[in-house]
């Protein structure tokens, strides 16, 4: 299925014919860890969209789903001022089989809930709702 003008952009990428996307396109985001102090390096955005100034961070985790203290401390920092707001999904990324989310919005951190994959969209349908008619820092959907 191509693209129906609705935002739709499945990865077009056949790793039986082409090999392993993630071994040949992603960059090796390791060679820059001697770039920064301590153990600070870059990580992977798992998905991003933006509407009307303000951002919409996936983040995607598997097994159990936790958030490295590294990762919390960057949310809570990074969406502070409430220009980003991050969603913390628990599942399976083969089946899109979704467990649990939480939100991390104006440098706090939610507690994470139970879902599954219509649970998330609405979430996400909400963000949206939100960001459309945001004018100012109007409050978040979840508070």
Known sequence: MDSLGNGYNPLRWDCEKKGCFNKLC??????FADCFPRRINFGDVDGIVEINGIGLMLEWKTGKGS?????????????????????????????????????????????????????????????????????????????
């Open 67 to 143: 958030i490295s203290v590294g990762q919390r401390i960057m949310y809570e920092k990074l969406t502070k001022t409430g220009i980003i707001t991050v969603l913390c999904v628990v599942g399976n990324a083969e089946t899109m089989e979704c467990r649990k989310y939480c939100l991390v919005y104006m440098g706090k951190k939610g507690k994470f809930k139970n879902a599954d994959l219509a649970i998330i969209k609405n979430v996400i349908r909400r963000w949206v709702v939100f960001a459309e008619k945001r004018k100012n820092h109007d409050r978040h959907p979840e508070d």
């Open 26 to 31: 992603r960059p090796k985001i390791e060679v």
